[in-house]
């Protein structure tokens, strides 16, 4: 399979035909509409219209949050979009107007709740700063009377009445009146009543042990009424708050009537994207745009039957601005998102989705490498990727970690490995056997050194396949110099590389004479002809030999490989010690009790942990050492005007 072969289309069409043509192409889903190249035509203003259905949708998301919040519905493990004909594709203007209503009415009991509840969380601080002072039977703002003051706050520290009274014998004020309200820890609360005569001499003696005045605003009831002024506010706000929620709890029953909104006005957002792009004359419109070839006859078809409009395809003029859909079949399909995340691919790209595929699946099993790990990743992701739980669209995730599953069960057989060596401990521990799961290949623990060179082995095979593929790219390009200087005599010195290391490990001496003499012809296809491009002397003469410093990275790709043996030995051996660490209480029913918790924790955090492992480094080996031998990217993917909803799909079934 390939990248989609693109057709340019063009429409022209009677301005009452305009709206119906728009929404049969955005029923159908397979038209990129883009900005005419045609001059004398004018556009339609929509920017403001958007602004004011952002704003609408923003409102009915925080109606819909909150409305989850305080009246959630229940609804499974997985969400689905709830399928309505396509007769509901519109929504009447009363009844936007209606649910709008109740978008803000449950905005506006949100608002009051969080209003109310900040009140009552500072009426809460004021009752516990008046606490202190409940003993007091007088407002806290009592200034005095007509021949006294009175000062009421608090010192650092405890104090008792006989250090105070010894305090202010030192300062002779013993016909100064105190009351000591409450203590704490770390404070003391009290009043003082004092001679107006006696202010400064008072003021100094406050200030001597530390006194200090309420932080807070003073009040005319004292603090015992206050309090219980304050009280009934909270409960009055309390109340409201109740009222608030449970208005919010009746407008549930709009619930689905606000997604329903929600999606009419990302429908029409959408259109509106499109509409100012629509050409548009006085009596005419006119519509450019971008359409896979195998759905172009069909809709042309369709639109000149039903409207007054005539249809135009051609090839597109400048394939830069060609956007890029993929078409692959089950096996290279689910890997598309890999690539579309590094970069779709530009107009001189091949499609690397069918080649990638087998190496992503290989080696992330490699890394995984266990059989009883990859037979759960089968199981679940299997039902999730190709069963109807799921729509389509999220369904290639799934698809894809299914085919890791295979990979991983098979590779778990070539290492020995079933959750670890968990046969042969169980047997051992539970049942006085020997049961083992034989490698059908190598032990990755005790053969590391024999397992690195193969994963290293593997790495150059994908490499060779990148640089193969740019040969193919080049070739097509009718670059054939540049494919045969650039990327054939590479091809050769690292196919010599392979053979000589082939022959020296097997003993095999033609072998390694038949690479040793490849890697020199290609090396010296490099040096004379890397310099090649050059426009000095220099360049051209010594070019090639700074070319070959390049094998360095060939050489530094090739080793990064190793990943696929560590990764491998990681997950083994974790889930042995996991193994191990169950058996440490024995074979008595606790000790089998106790076996399953570790067994079971363990081999989760295990299967966790080296799932994602295995998914990062695939993914890094794909974009930094596979797709910079051949993948340019930099292409523009295909976005076709469609319907593009979150709560519920429009369909004609």
């Not at 159908?28 to 920017?47: D, I, Q, W």
């Not at 006005?265 to 195998?294: A, C, M, N, W």
């Not at 394939?319 to 530009?346: D, K, L």
């Amino acid at each position: 399979m390939a990248i989609l072969k693109m057709k340019k289309i063009s429409v022209f069409g009677l301005h009452s035909d305009r709206k119906a043509v728009l929404e049969e192409l955005h029923k159908k889903g397979v038209v990129e509409v883009c900005e005419p190249g045609v001059e004398e035509v004018s556009f339609r203003e929509t920017e403001k219209s958007i602004a004011q259905f952002d704003e609408y949708m923003k409102a009915a998301e925080s109606a819909l949050e909150i409305l989850d919040k305080y009246a959630p519905e229940k609804s499974g493990f997985f969400t689905y979009r709830r399928v309505l004909p396509l007769q509901k594709y519109h929504m009447s203007s009363a009844d936007s107007t209606t649910t709008l209503q109740k978008v803000y009415q449950v905005i506006q009991f949100s608002d009051k709740i969080r209003e109310h509840s900040e009140s009552i969380r500072k009426i809460t601080a004021k009752q516990t700063a008046l606490a202190p002072y409940l003993a007091l039977d007088i407002p806290m703002n009592t200034y005095g009377t007509e021949y006294t003051l009175v000062k009421v706050g608090v010192l650092n520290g405890t104090w008792t009445a006989e250090r105070l009274q010894k305090e202010l014998e030192a300062f002779e004020l013993e016909s100064l009146h105190f009351e000591i309200l409450s203590t704490s820890r770390d404070y003391t609360y009290i009043w003082f009543v004092f001679l107006k005569s006696q202010k400064q001499q008072v003021v100094a003696f406050l200030k001597n042990i530390g006194f200090s005045e309420p932080a807070f605003s003073l009040s005319h009831h004292p603090p015992q009424k206050k309090t219980e002024v304050l009280e009934e506010a909270k409960q009055k706000l309390t109340k409201e708050i109740q009222e608030c929620v449970s208005g919010i709890k009746q407008h549930s029953s709009y619930r689905s009537d606000i997604k329903l909104f929600y999606d009419h006005l990302s429908l029409r957002k959408d259109k509106y994207q499109v509409l100012s792009k629509i050409g548009i004359t006085e009596h005419v419109f006119f519509l450019e745009g971008y359409i896979p070839e195998k759905y172009a006859d069909s809709v042309k078809q369709y639109l000149e039957n039903n409207w007054m409009v005539y249809v135009e395809l051609t090839d597109p003029e400048n394939p830069e601005e060609v956007p890029i859909a993929f078409q692959n079949g089950f096996f290279a399909s689910p890997v598309e998102e890999i690539t579309e995340t590094y970069s779709m691919p530009s107009p001189t790209d091949i499609d690397p989705n069918p080649v990638m595929a087998f190496f992503y699946y290989l080696f992330f099993g490699m890394m995984f490498s266990d059989a009883g790990y990859g037979l759960l990743l089968m199981l679940v992701c299997g039902y999730l990727g190709f069963s109807k739980r799921l729509e389509k669209p999220k369904r290639k995730n799934y698809q894809m970690f299914f085919f890791c599953g295979i990979s991983t069960v098979f590779w778990g057989l070539m290492y020995g490995s079933f959750f670890g060596n968990i046969i042969y401990t169980i047997s051992t521990t539970f049942f006085g056997k020997e049961i083992t799961l034989t490698p059908l290949w190598l032990d990755p623990v005790s053969q590391a050194l024999q397992l690195l060179i193969f994963s290293v082995a593997f790495g150059m095979i994908q490499i060779l396949t990148g640089l193969t593929l740019n040969f193919y790219v080049l070739c097509r390009q009718k670059k054939v110099l540049d494919a045969v200087c650039d990327t054939g005599f590479w091809i050769v010195v690292l196919l010599g590389i392979c053979l000589l290391a082939a022959g020296m490990g097997l003993e095999t001496p033609a072998l390694a004479s038949i690479g040793k003499w490849a890697a020199v012809i290609g090396a010296a296809g490099i040096v004379v002809t890397g310099g090649r491009n050059s426009k000095n002397i220099f360049g051209k003469m010594f070019g090639g030999i700074v070319g070959l410093y390049n094998i360095t990275g060939y050489i530094s790709d090739a080793l990064s490989y190793s990943r696929l043996m560590a990764l491998g030995v990681a997950t083994g051996c974790i889930a042995n010690v996991v193994n191990m660490l169950g058996t440490m209480f024995g074979s008595s029913v606790i000790g089998t009790l106790l076996f399953i918790l570790i067994a079971v924790f363990g081999h989760s955090l295990n299967f966790a942990m080296n799932m994602l492992g295995a998914y990062v480094h695939t993914n890094r080996l794909q974009y930094v050492e596979f797709f910079s031998k051949f993948y340019e990217g930099g292409g523009r993917k295909f976005a076709p005007f469609r319907m593009n909803t979150k709560y519920y799909k429009f369909s004609e079934e």
